[in-house]
């Protein structure tokens, strides 16, 4: 293959690519239909010129019979009236429209099954028009169909998802930690709040409990310059009750400022 070869098939092919990309299916079809309607119109204008053709032949070939008539009579005339010669020129007048005649009979036929043949094809061509007419609708709902989807499938793959996700998902993992977080705020509080009651409780126990010892184990006071008695003959009275009250009184009241 020469240079010139590889260049004209290069060159070609880029043409046929920058037309395949500029052809606009929508634009195609409405130029396409136009054409059409274009060649309606000649072959309208065709169908016309044939019809007054054949109307012309029609008209020039009954005239042309016409005057047969005309001049068959004229010779009959003359041959009652004697006159031969004249007779013979009327026939040969005759002679003339009747050759004249046949020439438009062919003419006038030809033209006839021009005419039936292009009114078929105006019909036709009528009727493609039509029907192209409903395809472009269709196909044009077919594009603009196409050209949405086209579209929306653009968008979607445009769209960030993954990364609107990976969000989400860094959010919700955030709320679930400051969620956790509050749980166990809330729990300590708690828990603080029940250690002091149990501190309180433990604590009250613990001084009864001392306060319970201290009257059985501690003797009752005694003013200082009266004897003591041994153990055995000190007798119990009031006094010693009020010492012994006065000191519950007092741990009381310390229990009381706890």
């Known amino acids: ?23 606009d299916p929508e ?20 169908v016309a010129q044939a019809i007054a053709s054949q109307k012309r032949s029609e008209k020039q070939y009954n005239d ?52 039936e043949t292009l009114k078929r094809n105006l019909i036709q061509l009528e009727s493609k ?3 192209a007419k409903t395809k472009k609708e269709m196909l044009k709902a077919r594009i603009t169909t196409a050209k949405a989807q086209e579209q929306l499938q ?11 996700m990976s969000a989400f998902e860094r959010m919700e993992e ?3 930690i400051q969620e956790s977080r509050a749980q166990a705020l809330g729990e300590l509080a708690g828990a603080d709040l029940e250690t002091q009651f149990a501190r309180l409780e433990g604590g009250s126990d613990v001084d009864d409990e001392l306060a319970a010892l201290k009257a059985q184990i501690l003797p009752p006071a005694t003013p200082q310059n009266q004897p003591q008695l ?17 000191e519950l009184d007092s741990l009381r009241k310390q229990l009381d400022q706890l």
């Open 1 to 23: 293959m020469g240079l010139f070869d590889r260049i004209k098939r290069v060159v070609s092919s880029n043409l046929n690519d920058l037309v395949n990309k500029a052809e």
């Open 27 to 46: 634009k195609m079809l409405e130029q396409a239909i136009l054409e059409m309607q274009e060649d309606l119109v000649q072959l309208r204008q065709g």
């Open 64 to 115: 042309a019979q016409n005057e047969i008539n005309k001049w068959q009579r004229n010779a009959q005339l003359a041959l009652q009236k004697g006159d031969e010669n004249l007779a013979r020129q009327a026939l040969e007048r005759k002679k003339t429209y009747t050759d004249t005649s046949a020439a438009l009979k062919g003419s006038l036929d030809t033209q006839s099954t021009q005419v």
């Open 129 to 131: 028009i039509s029907e």
């Open 154 to 164: 653009s968008m979607v793959s445009g769209m960030n998802t993954s990364s609107a």
């Open 174 to 176: 955030k709320v679930l």
């Open 230 to 246: 041994p153990p055995q003959q000190q007798p119990t009275t009031p006094k010693s009750n009020e010492v012994v009250d006065a």
